[in-house]
DNA sequence: GTGGCAAATTAGGTACACCAAACATTACAA
DNA sequence: TTGTAATGTTTGGTGTACCTAATTTGCCAC
């Protein structure tokens, strides 16, 4: 009974609707243009989608026009926006990738997403961020760790800091 | 220069792909039939994609015979299956899901993923293994904090066990 | 051999998602 | 007010991915 992502938007119609959320944060409205060029697609296929995100319900959408985003459509786009947001400040700030990349990852990546999944990653970052016995200085020897391994060497004196001996090695 | 997941596969046919691979695994070859039921699509559907498949050179696939994966075939199945896996590991193991929704995730998601996010997840999972800190009674109070959210009390006497005093609220 | 059945393929059709090019509209400038 | 440039839409066409129905093939029992 698992819920998948959003309502019945495909991933491209979801990307829209997104696109549609951020400009009109951004300028108000949002424009074919805008969309077109920031989804690098033709003002063509921009047309097909506001036709069909209009026919669900999700844009307020006339012809000729400027386009805003529905009450639904708000709301859709809002959680497609937090799934998108959420994945990239995992990807950036804990998997410590470029910006440019996590984003990139996050936009690819968060169609697939449904809600039951999110809800465990946010709650696995609120922990990795609030959990006294992790923290930057964890991230920090995760860095370490991704360029050179683990050493145990260094390992000894960081359990020290927190006072703690080292442990039988696990699985 | 972040490259994108994998050859030029749409996601359909990397899940062709991933499936004639586990069925290889499982019964030496793979037969439409069972691609089919695998992948909950017509048979129609299943010649069309190994017509597509043979085309790039990834299966060996002569009209009314069985199908297996080229060296070349393999060896990018196996990287697909490896994301999935890994992803899989991330949603059960740390995330806590059920097998099912984690596989169903991982199915979704996997192909989004680019090497580079791949390799940090895996460093990022490794270091979450082997690095002292944490552990599995880590992983059982994030599972706690899942159910009730982090309890200063319950956090005391944690940070006690591991011989360190309570520290600055962070962020 | 051959009849019949299961499995696979082809044929024909739908739905998306995209494009370029032609056409329509708007808005601003002269 | 009218002409033009910018913007938006429609049209016609491509490619992908799926389906059902009809056909073909392979194989086994007889």
Sequence with gaps: ?????????????????????????????????????????????????LKALADKGLINYEPYSYVTLTKQGQEIAKEIDRRHCILRDFFQHFLQMEPQAADDNACRMEHGMDSQALERLVRFLEFLRECPRVGEDWLAAFNQYCQGGMDPKRCKPCLKSIGQSPPAPRE
Excluded at 25 to 36: F, M, Q, T, Y
Aim: glycine share 2%.
């Design 1 to 49: 009974m698992s819920s998948k992502p959003a309502e019945d938007l495909s991933s491209n119609l979801e990307d829209y609707l997104e696109t549609i959320y951020l400009l009109e944060k951004l300028s108000r409205v949002a424009r074919a243009k805008d969309i077109a060029a920031r989804l690098a697609v033709s003002r063509a296929s921009v047309s097909g989608a």
